[in-house]
């Protein structure tokens, strides 16, 4: 399957600043892809370029192997949905969808039946008499996102949509949005410093770092695979580790000292036999030594503090040579009490080698 969107080393700078460097991205026709990532990374500016409200410094973006270089906004066949909804005040929501359409000369009948689609798949449809003003937030980003959809683009960019809303409204909206993208096959950019929204919705995820992309996978595998201290520590809570020494011994792991404990783990791809090297390791992944077990690493720690978080409890801990770490312990069961030690140990697939 052909890319509908291609950008070929693709850079914007502003001035001395270079927002956007050397970009390469294909996505993929009805793929919900995510850039993500802090702010200054050049995920908005990335999208603004695709839409055609930035022009590349140099690179070129194509819609199926046409270039859109040259082309404005509304030639361009896709639409971009903003945080702010925009929505005009002194229309109804019917209108306010049926906007963009009338602007391109659709009319009479084809214009009641779009209108009338768009808004039953936001399901608005009882609400189409009422302004803006009369909406709730989610209501009103449901109406942006359905004069959007009408136009029937094969691209819809997002930049950032659900940022305003609160936050059990955001996590409905992200289920919506990601049902749409199913049901109606449209490709979503969709920009966000959010890592939970990148998760939920997400085929792939774009992880953006200094105008470039750290690391582009599925969520779940950039989840439990990170391939730089970069995307290990931005992407979701994890414990990073200094290892002091790291050597093969197989294809498929590496041998690193942690603690003072030989420990096994999974090589990223940069990793380099010999060098410095840090071990990953999500919270949830840790779990205390039971007595009598016969495990293959064990690494003392100190509990530090209990901090209960409803359904878990955080416990933090330190190592002997001082070094932090985070385990999640069941809200269910007694955790330690602070200053004990005890031991902790992890699957050794479940920790990642990284490079320095």
């Known amino acids: 399957m052909s890319p509908i969107l291609q ?34 990374s050049g995920k908005t500016t990335t999208l ?33 949905v903003f945080q702010q909804y925009a929505l005009f005040p002194h229309m109804s929501v019917r209108d306010n969808v049926g906007y963009g359409l009338r602007m391109r000369g659709v009319s009479g009948g084809e214009l009641t039946k779009r209108v009338t689609e768009a808004l039953d798949l936001v399901q608005l449809g009882h609400l189409e008499g009422r302004a803006p003003r009369q909406l709730s937030g989610g209501q009103q980003q449901r109406v942006a996102l359905a004069r959007a959809l009408v136009n029937r683009p094969r691209v819809l960019l997002l930049d950032e949509p659900l940022g305003a809303l609160d936050l059990k409204l955001r996590k409905e909206m992200q ?15 969709y920009v966000t410093h959010d890592q939970e929204e990148a998760l939920t919705m997400s085929d792939r995820i774009a992880l953006m770092q200094n105008g470039r992309i750290a690391q582009l996978d599925p ?38 000292v942690v603690g003072g404990v030989n420990v096994d783990a999974t090589p990223a791809a940069e990793w380099r036999e010999g060098a410095d090297s840090w071990l990953a390791v999500r919270p949830e992944f840790l779990r205390p030594v039971l007595p009598g077990e016969t495990i293959s690493h064990r690494v003392e720690v100190t509990a530090r503090d209990v901090v209960f978080a409803g359904s878990l409890i955080r416990l933090h801990a330190m190592l002997d040579d001082g070094q932090a770490v985070m385990l999640q312990w069941p809200a269910g069961e007694t955790p330690p009490v602070e200053g004990s030690r005890f031991g902790i140990t992890w699957p050794a697939e479940r920790g990642v080698c990284l490079g320095e």
Request: overall charge positive; glycine content about 10%.
């Open 48 to 80: 603004r370029m695709i839409a055609g409200f930035e022009h590349p410094t140099s690179g070129e973006i194509l819609m199926d192997g046409t270039p859109l270089t040259g082309l404005p906004p509304f030639k361009r066949d896709l639409n971009t």
């Open 7 to 40: 950008l070929r080393t693709v850079t914007k700078r502003f001035g001395a600043f270079v927002a956007v460097d050397a970009l390469d991205l294909d996505v993929q026709p009805g793929e919900f892809l995510t850039l993500l990532g802090a702010s200054g």
């Open 175 to 189: 289920l919506e949005l990601r049902h749409l993208n199913r049901q109606l096959g449209i490709t979503f950019v």
């Open 219 to 256: 969520p779940a595998t950039m989840y439990a695979q990170p391939g730089t201290r970069y995307v290990a520590d931005f992407l979701g809570e994890n414990n990073l580790l200094k290892a002091t020494t790291a050597r093969r011994v197989s294809s498929t792991a590496v041998r690193l």
